[in-house]
């Protein structure tokens, strides 16, 4: 799991599920509006290392010369109240924030509780990073300007098949995070660095006891089949279009699943968990003979006393972030997509660092020979390219520069701003006015039409 995906399920777990800004003591000015080029309002929260507030900064960037200026909220501080009435002083280009935090923002107009965003017109854009299974009640239009933000085709897809009442949404493509000049990058010290895979783990087994000892039988019966069939060597480098194989063992047994969205979303996740859980162990298990270093919490299922690989509980973003300017090169695993590069792969070009992963359709948009830096899930396909680069490290240095090169000059800030822009501009005129000159035989905005 990612540090964003991690900080995103500890914001969304159990205890704080539902986290939103609601506090009452919010205000706004009497002619407060929302405004192309105001500011853009960014809504963060607890996390190890900052993860969220740095990840925020980063993809906003490409946009913050735009506007007039950059607010980042923090849910858990206990200034919020003040720094929010501050911002709502001025003109509000949108709002901002991974998995729909600070949405739920009340002000009184007219004596009543109102959503600020909805009443006046801010669009509010939701960035996601993980299949729409996990916190589905996080994705729905909960308010008329809600905008999703997806990162890959597959979790786009998902919520387009699942969804009804849509959010306008946007697939958003990949951007180099944290990105120095390469030409700042120190070779030499690269090459006498290490290979790291920051990850963190979870036993496969743990996940299966809970099927069988809290779930119905049929139930855990099903999941167990469909993840056997996710996990074969057929599937597993794949896309594997979990719903459908739900979907097809539920209908063996006469039953449509396909009817109830909510055990559909959980039995997803379940097998996305699972998948994921199965992968993260195989690549950790395939390099403990090699002087490597695994950086990340949960590995207890796995045994490296005695190994050459060295474990290293710290996953801090801020410590993160300076290990990959000095690390050789960088263990990637996506999260069970093949469309879309992860969040660790566009750090790791940021710094100019080399990045082997699993086969994915975008690595041959950036480097015209994949098979130097991809490997298939099998234990062997791993040990032996991640051995290739111990042995070789000259030659990682190498891949590192033309992997970043050729991810900024496809994944470029300009092609991300424009798709940002597309859609918070589209939102805009569906919450703005009529615009002036338009056909008086044309009714935009209707009354009555969702």
């Known amino acids: 799991m990612s540090i964003l995906s991690r900080t995103i399920k500890e914001i969304f777990g159990a205890k704080n599920r539902g986290a939103s800004a609601t506090d009452t003591g919010f205000s706004v000015v009497e002619n407060f509006r929302q405004q192309d080029g105001g500011g853009i309002i960014c809504f963060t929260g607890g996390s190890e290392g900052d993860a969220l507030a740095n990840l925020t900064r980063e993809l906003i960037a ?4 735009k506007a007039s200026r950059v607010w980042m909220l923090n849910l858990t501080s206990p200034t919020l109240v003040d720094e929010l009435n501050r911002a709502l002083q001025e003109p509000v280009w949108f709002a901002y924030s991974f998995f729909a935090i600070g949405q739920d923002t009340n002000v009184e107009i007219q004596g009543r509780s109102r959503n600020v965003w909805e009443a006046y017109g801010i669009p509010f854009l939701r960035m996601f990073g993980d299949i729409p299974a996990y916190f589905p009640d996080r994705h729905v239009r909960k308010y008329s300007n809600s905008i999703n933000g997806y990162g890959d085709r597959s979790h786009l897809e998902f919520y387009k098949r699942w969804f009804d009442n849509k959010a306008l949404t946007a697939l958003l493509p990949a951007l180099s995070l944290e990105s120095k000049p390469l030409g ?15 990850k963190n783990g979870n036993p496969p087994d743990a996940l299966l006891d809970y099927w069988r000892t809290s779930l119905p039988h049929t139930v ?6 469909v993840a056997e069939s996710c996990i074969s060597q057929h599937a597993i480098n794949d896309e594997l279009h979990i719903d459908d194989r739900i979907i097809r063992c539920y209908e063996d047994l006469g039953v449509d699943i396909a009817a109830d969205r909510t055990l559909m979303c959980f039995m997803v996740a379940q ?20 002087p490597v270093i695994v950086q990340g919490v949960s590995w207890g299922h796995v045994n490296f006393y005695g190994k ?17 300017g000095k690390t ?11 469309h879309a590069p992860h969040d660790r792969i566009c750090r790791a070009t940021g710094h100019g660092t080399a990045f082997l992963t699993n086969q994915q359709e975008f690595i041959g948009q950036i480097i015209p020979n994949p098979s130097e830096c991809a490997f298939r899930f099998t234990k062997d396909s791993i040990h032996d390219l991640v051995e290739h680069y111990v ?25 991300y701003a424009s798709a940002l822009l597309s859609v918070v501009q589209a939102m805009s005129l569906r919450l703005g006015e009529r615009p002036y000159g338009t056909q008086n035989f044309i009714d935009f905005p209707p009354k009555d039409f969702n």
């Open 62 to 65: 490409p946009i913050a010369g």
């Open 391 to 415: 042995l070789n490290p000259r030659e990682a240095v190498s891949l590192g520069l033309q992997q970043a090169r050729g991810f900024r000059e496809h994944y470029t800030a300009d092609r």
């Open 308 to 324: 050459k690989a060295r474990l290293e509980s710290c996953s801090d973003y801020a410590t993160t972030s300076a290990m990959f």
């Open 220 to 225: 855990a019966s099903v999941l167990e089949s």
């Open 271 to 290: 097998i996305d968990d699972y998948v994921r859980r199965i992968k993260s162990t195989m690549v950790a298990e395939a390099i403990l003979d090699l």
């Open 184 to 198: 700042d990058v120190d070779e030499d010290l690269k090459a006498k660095g290490s290979i790291v895979f920051p």
């Open 328 to 338: 050789l090169a960088m263990i990637d695993m996506s999260a069970n997509t093949v």
